[in-house]
């Protein structure tokens, strides 16, 4: 019923999309116990599996650097991922997994950059997301002392930022600066809001999207990510050439 479903639903796929097609996945709360992520290694293990059975064949988890919440430091996160690592071994699970960071650009973050501990993965990406809530006052002063540093740009989900909605030349003006975009898959399913989910396609439309992430944090994300298979706006947007999710 599930197949014969999708065929009269619209935006659907008449058979979900494997995700061997992006290869890696470099956005996701994998770690257990540092972030809001995944709270434990049977967690972890759990979420790497489901993945993997979607597709993925690569990890790059990427756990928040926060300047209030989340203090992680290059340290916490190696050392997580090595009880990640060992845990997949005990358990025969085959996957290539290393660890970055997602950097939230607020107060703190000069002294981070200035201190050279940032955590990237590629040839020297590093990811970042901005506030829930509003524009940082030294965002272009941020983003212009990180790209004269060599830094290649990520921003993640610039789908979920709504205080620039109304205001697509600022989204505009970012890819002007060279900064690569990674939109949610799961913001396809409209996951987080139906806003959310226009955003997500007008980007694919615009052909603005450069890499699509999981941002995995638990068994809900999981279950959002498979249903985002189906997802028509996704096979567009894998269909479109430009994902650089399998060059990492």
């Known amino acids: 019923m599930g197949f014969i479903k999708n065929l009269f639903t619209p935006g659907k796929l008449s058979k979900p999309l494997n995700l061997s097609v992006l290869k890696t996945d470099m956005h996701s709360h994998l770690i257990p116990g540092i972030d809001d992520g995944s709270d434990s290694l049977e967690t972890s293990v759990e979420l790497i599996r489901g993945m993997m059975e979607l597709g993925y064949q690569k990890f790059i988890t990427t756990p928040h650097i926060q300047g209030e919440f989340f203090q992680n430091t290059p340290h916490v ?13 005990k358990q025969n699970i085959q996957v290539e997994i290393e660890a970055a960071a997602e950097y939230l650009i607020d107060d703190q973050f000069e002294a981070k950059y200035k201190e050279g501990e940032l955590m990237t993965f590629g040839k020297k990406h590093l990811l970042i997301e901005f506030s829930y809530f509003n524009e940082h006052p030294r965002l272009k002063e941020f983003l212009f002392d990180l790209q004269i540093e060599g830094y290649k740009i990520i921003l993640a989900h610039p ?11 600022k989204y505009e003006e970012l890819k002007d600066r060279g900064i690569l975009f990674q939109i949610n898959i799961i913001s396809l399913t409209g996951h987080y809001s139906a806003d959310v989910k226009k955003m997500a396609e007008k980007f694919i439309d615009e052909d603005m999207v450069d890499l699509a992430g999981s941002d995995m944090h638990n068994v809900h994300y999981l279950e959002a990510l498979e249903k985002s298979c189906s997802e028509k706006y996704l096979k567009k947007l894998v269909d479109s050439g430009k994902l650089l999710n399998s060059t990492l």
């Open 77 to 89: 996160i190696l050392s997580g991922l090595k009880k990640v690592k060992r845990e997949l071994k």
């Open 159 to 169: 789908e979920r930022y709504s205080y620039w909605f109304r205001n697509f030349k």
